[in-house]
T-cell receptor, first 115, second 113 residues
């Protein structure tokens, strides 16, 4: 158990819908990262937040957005869903953005299925 | 562009045999390197990491990895695999000052009795 929690574990929805994935980082971790794992794209970095502020952006679609709240939990919002958005979405957390020696600890993931 | 390559999509090994999973990276400067394992239905667990110093790093579950700058490689090894090692293994890298992890495509390990 990494200490990173993600809810829900599974999510099934229809095309065009909007969903919210939630992540609670390890106690004391200030950085949260979101990754998408799909069969065709592999594991890809989406976005990073540090202490409530966006710090880095990867291959995140404009239909997707994220935020980190004052209690440091984060939400990833996916809208106008398409079949190709079906994937496993991971959240990871680390202690301090300032140090490159940070390890990222991954949550169990949310499996999104778009029908 | 920065990239991580895992040339082997699938490897099958007999229980008790040795294992080596290959990883090559392409970065401007030597990145920080990681190996993660993903068991079915599970998240990613860090096996080991290399930042600098000794080029042979020890990790959890009896795994080790060797960094070879001349070959831009960071191969994962285990002297004797157990059935519980069956999983997907990901090599990852990140550049200095960059928090984003770049992952390889993964190697699926199957263990046969």
């Amino acid at each position: 158990d990494s200490g990173v929690t993600q809810t829900p574990k599974h999510l099934i929805t229809a095309t065009g819908q909007r969903v919210t994935l939630r992540c609670s980082p390890r106690s004391g971790d200030l950085s949260v990262y979101w990754y998408q794992q799909s069969l065709d794209q592999g594991l890809q970095f989406l976005i990073q937040y540090y202490n409530g502020e966006e710090r880095a952006k990867g291959n995140i679609l404009e239909r997707f957005s994220a935020q980190q709240f004052p209690d440091l939990h984060s939400e990833l919002n996916l809208s106008s869903l398409e079949l190709g958005d079906s994937a496993l979405y991971f959240c990871a957390s680390s202690v301090d953005m300032q140090s490159s020696y940070n390890e990222q600890f991954f949550g169990p993931g949310t499996r999104l299925t778009v029908l | 562009a920065q990239s991580v390559t895992q040339p082997d999509i699938h490897i099958t090994v007999s229980e008790g045999a040795s294992l080596e999973l290959r990883c090559n990276y392409s970065y401007g400067a030597t990145p920080y390197l990681f190996w993660y394992v993903q068991s079915p239905g599970q998240g990613l667990q860090l096996l080991l990491k290399y930042f600098s110093g000794d080029t042979l790093v020890q990790g959890i579950k009896g795994f080790e990895a060797e960094f070879k700058r001349s070959q831009s490689s960071f191969n994962l090894r285990k002297p004797s695999v157990h059935w519980s090692d069956a999983a997907e293994y990901f090599c990852a890298a990140k550049g200095f000052g960059n928090e984003k992890l770049t992952f390889g495509t993964g190697t699926r390990l199957t263990i046969i009795p």
